[in-house]
């Protein structure tokens, strides 16, 4: 069973940079498509970035583009979320998860069978 651990949520103000990681244990990252999901309050958790196994494809939510980059160290067993020109509404709880063996294109979080507790990012205007 693999083990997700998320930190590096804060508060920032708008404009700023944050940047996320995720510690994976108990199994190879290289097994795993990984993906990062966000929730903000009284909202529906939803899809935000994730990068396949070899690292040679990555997907964004239309929100995110051109701001978030997500990327992988798979020989330190770690992921990353680097969050520039951050928004109030980028705030919510930030998610990390895996898919065993999976692909990236689907953005549904049923596909992703483990996931971390979470980390909060604010972003105050």
């Known amino acids: 069973q693999v083990q997700l651990v998320e930190s590096g949520g804060g508060l920032v103000q708008a404009g700023g940079s944050l940047r996320l990681s995720c510690a994976v244990s108990?199994?190879?990252?290289?097994?795993?498509?990984m993906a990062w999901f966000r929730q903000a309050p009284g909202k529906d958790r939803e899809f935000v970035a994730a990068?396949?196994?070899?690292?040679?494809?990555?997907n964004y939510a239309d929100s995110v583009k051109g701001r978030f980059t997500i990327s992988r160290d798979d020989a330190k067993n770690m992921m990353y979320l680097q969050m520039n020109s951050l928004k109030p509404e980028d705030t919510a709880v930030y998610y990390c998860?895996?898919?065993?063996?999976?692909?990236?294109?689907?953005?549904?979080?049923?596909?992703?069978?483990?996931w971390g507790q979470g980390t909060q990012v604010t972003v105050s205007s």
């Open positions: 998860a895996g898919h065993y063996y999976g692909n990236i294109w689907s953005k549904s979080e049923s596909d992703f069978g483990s």
């Open positions: 108990g199994r190879t990252l290289s097994t795993y498509a």
């Open positions: 990068i396949s196994r070899s690292a040679s494809a990555t």
